[in-house]
């Protein structure tokens, strides 16, 4: 749990001084592909996935 303070129109008083809420924060968004870890290969020159496109497999450099 962390303490948030904010400030928003609160024109139909709905919001009393004290009263706890349910928020969400969102400090950042990313767009990102999820693999298992397995799938993640090493080499020398960096990790690395196979990839599948027209039926034949290619290796893709990825950033972890």
Known sequence: MV???GIMNNASETLWPGILV???LI???EESVTVPSAA???SQSGNYVFVVQD???HVQPVKV
């Open 40 to 42: 993640v290969q090493r």
């Open 22 to 24: 349910n928020t969400k």
């Open 3 to 5: 303490t948030v303070r």
């Open 27 to 29: 400090i950042r968004v």
């Open 55 to 57: 039926g034949k497999a």
